[in-house]
């Protein structure tokens, strides 16, 4: 993070220690557990976008556990099995599954499964292996397994799900601090981010704030024209790419 950055973020975390304050001393149980905001609330993807941190901060009132969960827009996934055949790899058997987050991250202060109960991440859906993707019920449990950790792993090579959780710091016993990371290939669409307070191994307070993932300039121009006049931008391709070629070996040949 960039100094500038850095000061913006010690600025908005201090402009949220008054909110835990207020109403904490003629009634302390009014004051609010959990204040949480992000330097950001859109990203922005241009025609030069290689991905971006987005900050996360906060605070507690008391001491406790942090988990922050970041899932993008669901989306419908077909899985595919290769298979070689005559010494060519080809697609056979293929698995389709329904509300797929687009893009899936995490963050802790502790490593998860010691801040609560794996009943507890269960219910809430913290954590990629909690994710409730539906498969299609002519598979067999063992299918089901196969395919979700292939669905699983491709994510991962793409970057759209973290691998194991951030780390999030906390740089008081109550103001803590995170950064989300979104890869060049992210998708757009609107993202839920939820904030968890854990004492005792159950959930004290909920947070959740969206953020928008959003093409804008001339891809996002390019990218709508493309969806909605989906065979007239087909044809301005070729005629491009036949255009191109043209010129190209017009050029060469004055050579």
Not at 49 to 57: D, E, H, P, Q, S
Not at 102 to 113: K, L
Request: glycine share 6%; proline share 5%.
């Amino acid at each position: 993070m960039t100094v500038p950055s850095a000061i913006r973020a010690a600025v908005m975390i201090a402009l949220a220690l008054p909110l835990l304050s207020i109403g904490a001393s003629p009634k302390k149980a009014s004051a609010d557990p959990l204040v949480v905001d992000l330097s950001n609330h859109l990203v922005a993807i241009t025609t030069g976008f290689t991905g971006t941190n987005v900050l996360l901060f906060g605070a507690v009132e008391e001491e406790g556990d942090v988990v922050v969960t970041v899932r993008g827009p669901d989306q419908d996934m077909v899985v595919r099995k290769k298979e070689r055949k005559v010494g060519i790899w080809v697609n056979s058997e293929s698995a389709r599954y329904k509300n797929v987050p687009a893009y899936y991250a995490s963050a802790s202060n502790r490593p998860m499964d010691i801040i609560a109960s794996p009943e507890v991440l269960l219910d809430y859906r913290i954590g990629l292996q909690n994710q409730r993707f539906i498969g299609e019920s002519k598979l067999s449990d063992d299918d089901q397994k196969v395919y979700r950790e292939a669905l699983v792993r491709n994510m991962q090579g793409a970057g759209l799900f973290g691998e194991r959780p951030a780390k999030i710091s906390f740089l008081s016993n109550q103001l803590f601090r995170t950064d989300i990371h979104f890869p060049a290939n992210t998708p757009t669409g609107t993202y839920t981010i939820n904030v968890y307070l854990i004492r005792d191994g159950r959930v004290a307070s909920v947070k959740t704030t969206p953020l928008v993932v959003s093409k804008t300039g001339i891809s996002a121009e390019v990218y709508e024209f493309a969806h909605r006049y989906s065979a007239l931008y087909g044809i301005i391709a070729v005629i491009i790419a036949v255009v191109a070629g043209w010129i190209a070996s017009v050029a060469f040949r004055k050579r």
